[in-house]
């Protein structure tokens, strides 16, 4: 079946404004990640959800950053107000539970003017 | 808490040459250990996990790795580089139990000609 895809593949934005970005995982996933790769750099945990709930949000750089799961599907990370530290590669994983291998999609590359 | 470090940004090997990456853990329990490999303007693909099953673990595309808990290392091997291994590698630790994967900054490997 498809794998992990993620949409937009870029968006460049102007400081101060919103951004949404979007994550369709394996179908049948139940748990699913975000992490962020910063250029040069690896990737940090942002948070993750089993269903649509998010446990544990301390990954979250700042209270600028939000994310929802509906259901078992579809994901949005949100970032409000961004900053030029944003910039960075969004990474999307999904795996069939917690603890498994995860599984990564291409990634959402945000530059922020 | 888990951490990754990765010795060497940057690896340049020729064509039929041995690769080595190198990965040291720390984790408080015994770990889940990852390779990552990272294409041009791809997502992250799993090379081969070690989940305390054998030592020595084989994946795709003829990559290795063997598990020392002595030395609390994981490093990633190929007997003979091939021009398509050119990517950017990371390693990646959890503690099995945890929903989230701590990487290493990541290895840039070249291949000669």
């Known amino acids: 079946g498809a794998g992990v895809s993620q949409s937009p593949s870029n968006k460049v934005t102007e400081k101060g404004k919103d951004v949404e970005l979007r994550c369709d995982p394996i179908?049948?996933?139940?748990?699913l990640y975000w992490y962020r790769q910063r250029l040069g750099q690896g990737l940090e945990f942002l948070i993750y959800?089993?269903?649509?709930?998010?446990?544990?949000k301390s990954g979250l750089p700042s209270d600028r950053f939000s994310a929802e799961r509906t259901g078992e599907s579809v994901s949005t990370l949100t970032i409000q107000r961004t900053q030029q530290e944003d910039s960075a590669v969004y990474l999307c994983?999904?795996?069939?539970?917690?603890?498994?291998?995860?599984?990564f999609g291409p990634g959402t590359r945000l530059t922020v003017l | 808490a888990q951490s990754v470090t990765q010795l060497g940004s940057h690896v340049s090997v020729s064509e039929g040459a041995l690769v080595l990456l190198r990965c040291n853990y720390s984790?408080?329990?015994?770990?889940?250990l990852f390779w990552y490999v990272q294409y041009p303007n791809q997502g992250l693909q799993l090379l081969l996990k070690?989940?305390?099953?054998?030592?020595l673990v084989k994946g795709i595309n003829g990559f290795e790795a063997e598990f020392k808990k002595s030395e609390t290392s994981f490093h990633l091997t190929k007997p003979s580089a091939h021009m398509s291994d050119a990517a950017e590698y990371f390693c990646?630790?959890?503690?099995?139990?945890?929903?989230?994967?701590?990487f290493g900054a990541g290895t840039t490997v070249t291949v000669r000609a």
């Open positions: 994983a999904s795996s069939p539970r917690l603890a498994n291998t995860q599984y």
């Open positions: 179908s049948g996933h139940t748990a």
């Open positions: 959800f089993q269903g649509n709930s998010a446990p544990d």
């Open positions: 984790s408080s329990v015994p770990p889940y």
């Open positions: 070690y989940t305390s099953a054998a030592t």
């Open positions: 990646a630790v959890s503690d099995g139990n945890d929903y989230k994967l701590s």
